[in-house]
């Protein structure tokens, strides 16, 4: 079961992450959401690039801490 944790606190502990790190929890953040949205057939080309995105921010991620790896493609 996941942690529920407070906006206030994650923000907190994500300002003690490096710049470029920061940016590709948000970059796989956001390529999950796009993930999610693109479902049908008509928005494969989306639905790829989205993937690439988050394959691209979850390689940086795995440099820092492999735990903070984004799992929205399974």
Not at 5 to 33: G, N
Not at 55 to 74: D, M, Q, T, Y
Request: aromatic residues 6%; proline residues 5%.
């Amino acid at each position: 079961m996941p942690h529920i944790m407070p906006d206030r606190v994650a923000d907190l502990i994500a300002s003690q992450f490096p710049d470029h790190v920061r940016t590709a929890v948000q970059q796989a953040t956001m390529a999950e959401e796009s993930f999610l949205l693109c479902r049908t057939e008509f928005t494969l080309k989306a639905r790829e690039h989205a993937i690439s995105d988050m394959a691209r921010a979850n390689k940086v991620l795995a440099a820092f801490n492999p735990k903070l790896i984004v799992r929205g493609a399974r």
